[in-house]
T-cell receptor, first 112, second 112 residues
Framework: AQSVTQLGSHVSVSEGALVLLRCNYSSSVPPYLFWYVQYPNQGLQLLLKYTSAATLVKGINGFEAEFKKSETSFHLTKPSAHMSDAAEYFCAVSEGYSTLTFGKGTMLLVSP | DTAVSQTPKYLVTQMGNDKSIKCEQNLGHDTMYWYKQDSKKFLKIMFSYNNKELIINETVPNRFSPKSPDKAHLNLHINSLELGDSAVYFC???????????FGEGSRLTVL
């Protein structure tokens, strides 16, 4: 069965600092992995996805994530945080035809 | 032109009432979903329809009844509303084999 663990319900960074949001997954087959962002009072928007091509995936708004099979991880990073990055971030896993399973989310707080 | 649209955006109602939420997608996807997001932001799959056929029906009270008149529409009807039904309900759609979900803006249900 597939599952996702996001370490840290809240992550605080200063504007301009590196953003690192952690995600570990469990899957019985090669997974598809996703990061979604949710701004207040809005739906979820896809940031990036891994579907067994390049292990380093680039997404929108300067975010990227690296698939590490040996560590079963798919951490999300951004070199320099902006105030507008403050939002809830969700990691999700799918086993192809299965429905996405989401992690519990990480709230990113950005201070000036 | 909104890809996944759901109405209404806000619902405030009394316990015991019946309410419906409508969802439409214009992306040509073959699969549609209802997710429930609780106050802690946890996203839980409720139902999934593929080409109008129910394929996922998680442990949800039978007061919740989805209906898919065609591939582009998936409605959610809730009978005898309870306080615990208060949440944000998200509709989403995808091509089943790819897993990537496209979300609506959400419908916030408040039961008093």
């Amino acid at each position: 069965a597939q599952s996702v663990t996001q370490l840290g319900s809240h992550v605080s960074v200063s504007e301009g600092a590196l953003v690192l949001l952690r995600c570990n997954y469990s899957s019985s087959v090669p997974p598809y992995l996703f990061w979604y962002v949710q701004y207040p009072n809005q739906g979820l928007q896809l940031l990036l996805k891994y579907t067994s091509a390049a292990t380093l995936v680039k997404g929108i708004n300067g975010f990227e994530a690296e698939f590490k099979k040996s560590e079963t991880s798919f951490h999300l990073t951004k070199p320099s945080a902006h105030m507008s990055d403050a939002a809830e971030y969700f990691c999700a896993v799918s086993e192809g035809y299965s429905t996405l399973t989401f992690g519990k989310g990480t709230m990113l707080l950005v201070s000036p | 032109d909104t890809a996944v649209s759901q109405t209404p955006k806000y619902l405030v109602t009394q316990m015991g009432n019946d309410k419906s939420i409508k969802c439409e997608q214009n992306l040509g996807h073959d699969t549609m979903y209802w997710y429930k997001q609780d106050s802690k932001k946890f996203l839980k799959i409720m139902f999934s329809y593929n080409n109008k056929e129910l394929i996922i029906n998680e442990t949800v009270p039978n007061r919740f009844s989805p209906k898919s008149p065609d591939k582009a529409h998936l409605n959610l009807h809730i009978n005898s509303l309870e306080l615990g039904d208060s949440a944000v309900y998200f509709c989403a759609s995808s091509f089943r084999e790819y897993g990537e979900l496209f979300f609506g803006e959400g419908s916030r249900l408040t039961v008093l």
